[in-house]
């Protein structure tokens, strides 16, 4: 299916048996995927939670529709909600300078904008229609990676059932190394935010600070604003933006 071709679909706000009010004007009325990007923000930057492509029992027996539901509703929705209220949070955190709660609600804010980003690739990795088995470039890919598409069915099927505790199998690109990676995630996070390509790493492992500020952690940190190369940063700023 053109992934352009996931269209509003009104049934799914009526079934929601939701007002908008939880998540701003306007938050019902765009589909999950635009320009072929996952619809994740409206055009003020709030986190928006798009309907479903596909009514709540559409992917009927393999996912129930109460489950889909509840899933849809309740959970994402829930992790939408929060994630503005954590941005917001954030925000008031650094009007007054306070330090403690901006590391909890950036932990927060991590935790619900994963589980928002993972949510709606998954949905729309889903179709009533699915099933069968990978064509094209995707499967030539996945043959130069792992042979066949029956060893790599293997692969994922067994990595997500031995997930520890909550979480995601993930089949994924790495711009990087132009290769398919498969791994495991536990909770949505474990603080990243998937899909986000770096712009600006610092390593704060002991072994990048200790022989010269031995516990001074925040003196380290401090110190290397004075040696950011922000052309680089720039540069690589230009590059994620062309791959939108
Ligand atoms: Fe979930």
Redesign the pocket.
Known sequence: MDRRNFIKNGSALSLLGMSSYAFGKDVFTEPFIVKDMDNLVNEKGEYILAPLPYDFNALEPSMDAETLNL?YTF??GGAVKALNKDVGKIKDALDKNDTETIDYWIKKSAYHGS?HIL?SI?WTNLSGKGGGAPKGELLSRIEKEYGTYDRFKSLISAISKNVDGAGWGILAYHPFTDKLVVFQCENHEKLTQWGAIPLLVIDVWEHAYYLKYRNKRGDFVDALFNIINWDNVSMRLDYALKTK
């Open positions: 899933h959970h994402h589980s949510h998954f």
